[in-house]
């Protein structure tokens, strides 16, 4: 089956890429843009066309026929609107709409279960909903709902939604954190006892491959999370270990009441205020699916990956 990934270069794209070949898959080609470092990819001996997937035309000069679409490229942020669309919706729409017209025999669209987070359950699924919370979560609304027209117009599609997705290499939280830990000014808010549902990077990437080789996942709508749920204050004991450094302290309940009132910093308490679990349950019974690597393991893996590259 001939291959071809956008964000290829990516947190995920790199793992997804990782699972493919270990699984046998080789005629790969990866949409990049010219910016990207693409030292990965030559590495594995994977086709490389220069593009971005916000220009039609790019995409339209692009050459070879292909079976399958792995549309990983995405913008994570909520800083910049105009962008979350320009990338996220508009640029979900060219690529569908490329695939459409080249009569692509599947597309794995990597979405979000941002798209319905916003719905108070205390486990969602596939079914509840649409409902964000913030523009990315919007964004990624916007574009899943590009995505099921272009299925339902009869490109044969999976869209997968995965939950936060942490591993060595992750870009944004993890680092952030065990900065904040090593310097001592991170602490557990009151709420350390709510459940935090995460996903393996690796888990997600052998998540998508098998959605592609499964027929029977054609056309379904997943969600993606590791087998098993921890705590806030168990996730950053893990990672404090991994990292060596002290478990940091409890932020009292009083005064995460009140911090959760103010404009910036209380959204983000507000945020984890609430037990984030997510079913994976139709995954498990379409495909048989189960996700194979251990968060505890992972999460300690991630970390010490943190603790070398410090």
């Known amino acids: 089956m001939r291959i071809f990934i956008t964000g290829a ?15 046998g898959h080789s005629e790969i080609t990866a949409l990049t843009r010219k910016t990207s470092d693409t030292e990965f990819l030559r590495n594995r001996d994977i086709k490389i066309v220069y593009g971005d997937v ?5 995409l339209k000069l692009v050459e070879g026929d ?10 994570v942020t909520n800083r910049d609107k105009r962008m979350l669309h320009e990338v996220n919706v508009a640029g979900t729409e060219n690529i569908c709409r490329w695939a459409a017209e080249r009569n692509m025999k599947k597309v794995i ?4 279960v941002s798209v319905n987070s916003g719905n108070p359950v205390d486990m969602l699924t596939e079914d509840h909903p649409y409902s964000a919370t913030n523009p990315y979560g ?30 060595e290499g992750e870009p944004h939280w993890m680092p952030f954190l065990s900065r904040l830990m090593r310097l001592r000014l991170c602490v557990i808010p009151a709420c350390g006892d709510r459940l935090l549902h995460m996903v393996s990077v690796r888990n997600l990437a052998v998540c998508l491959v098998r959605c592609f080789e499964d027929n029977r996942a054609l056309g379904g709508v997943f969600n993606i999370a590791d087998n098993n749920v921890l ?20 932020f009292p309940r ?10 910036v910093i209380g959204k983000r308490i507000r945020f984890f205020d609430k037990d984030r679990v997510y079913s994976i349950r139709k995954l498990k019974e379409t495909i048989d699916f189960s996700p194979p690597h251990d968060v505890i393991v992972e999460l300690m893996f991630a970390a010490l990956s943190l603790r070398a590259h410090k």
């Open 9 to 23: 270069t990516g947190f995920i794209g790199r793992s997804l890429v990782d699972e493919l070949i270990s699984r």
């Open 54 to 58: 916000t220009d039609k035309t790019c």
């Open 66 to 75: 292909y079976d399958v679409l792995f549309h990983c490229a995405g913008l």
């Open 109 to 112: 669209y990597v979405s979000s």
């Open 138 to 167: 919007v964004s990624k609304l916007e574009a899943e709902k590009m995505a099921v027209k272009f299925r339902d117009a009869g490109l044969p599609m999976v869209i997968v939604r995965p939950c936060i997705v942490y591993g």
């Open 231 to 250: 705590t806030i204050r168990e996730v950053l004991k893990v990672i404090s270990k991994s990292l060596h450094v002290p478990m940091p302290v409890t």
């Open 254 to 263: 009083f005064l995460k009441n009140v911090a959760s009132r103010l404009p």
